[in-house]
């Protein structure tokens, strides 16, 4: 393995456990910890795919890192209200 797929494995593995530790009640998906780890994986992840040119999957976790950014926002202005 070479340090993209490296990358991009670490990535993966942080968004399966996210969503693995979801369905078994560990984390709400409206916790910090769920949020930060949608968000490192997928960013990771984005990354990987751009190092490879890989553009479906560069829109998908694009998209998944912006959207995991924009709950990240809405959770500190919700928490400072």
């Given at each position: 393995?070479?340090?993209?797929?490296?990358?991009?494995?670490?990535?993966?593995?942080?968004?399966?456990?996210?969503?693995?530790?979801?369905?078994?009640?560990?984390?709400?998906?409206?916790?910090?910890?769920?949020?930060?780890?949608?968000?490192?994986?997928a960013?990771?992840?984005?990354?990987?795919?751009?190092?490879?040119k890989?553009?479906?999957?560069?829109?998908?976790?694009?998209?998944?890192?912006?959207?995991?950014?924009?709950?990240?926002?809405?959770?500190?202005?919700?928490?400072?209200?």
């Open positions: 393995m070479n340090l993209t797929d490296w990358i991009g494995a670490t990535g993966v593995t942080i968004l399966l456990l996210a969503y693995f530790l979801n369905l078994i009640d560990k984390i709400s998906q409206h916790s910090l910890s769920y949020i930060l780890l949608n968000l490192a994986g960013g990771l992840a984005c990354f990987a795919s751009v190092l490879l890989y553009i479906p999957f560069i829109i998908l976790e694009g998209v998944w890192t912006l959207v995991s950014l924009v709950m990240l926002i809405r959770y500190f202005m919700k928490t400072k209200l």
